[in-house]
């Protein structure tokens, strides 16, 4: 899994890049389209048209990678739903702490900076 960055700026050139990765994502949404992903992820990437290092990012779960890659955090959290993942669980990747680490500084105020 690749290291999260100090942020992201989901501007729109990332969002350009991201389109194939948020338009699967986003198609989570759907009950029969979660289903189908389900069934087979890596048919449900190839029709989605990825590139090889979002499909990678995807089976993987890599979700550094998936930002990397222009994926929003809006769209990779339908993703992360269809897992049983938290928003807790993503902070705690991007920040490098536990699910649990993340939702008691969330509680105390949120990281402080400087």
């Known amino acids: 899994m690749g290291k999260a960055q ?3 700026l989901h501007d729109l050139a990332a969002s350009r890049r991201g389109y194939a990765i948020n338009r699967l994502c986003g198609s989570l949404k759907n ?3 979660r289903r189908r992903f389900s069934q087979d992820e890596a048919a449900y990437c190839d029709a989605h048209g990825l590139s090889p290092e979002q499909r990678k990012a995807i089976l993987d779960r890599d979700w550094v ?3 990397d890659l222009g994926g929003s955090i809006f769209y990779t959290f339908k ?3 269809l897992d049983d993942r938290s928003m807790q669980y993503l902070g705690g990747v991007f920040t ?3 699910a649990e680490e ?3 500084v969330m509680r105390s105020g949120g990281r402080r900076f400087g």
């Open 6 to 8: 100090d942020n992201y």
């Open 31 to 33: 009950a029969e389209n």
């Open 65 to 67: 990678a998936m930002l």
């Open 79 to 81: 993703l992360a739903v």
């Open 96 to 98: 490098e702490m536990s």
């Open 102 to 104: 993340f939702a008691a």
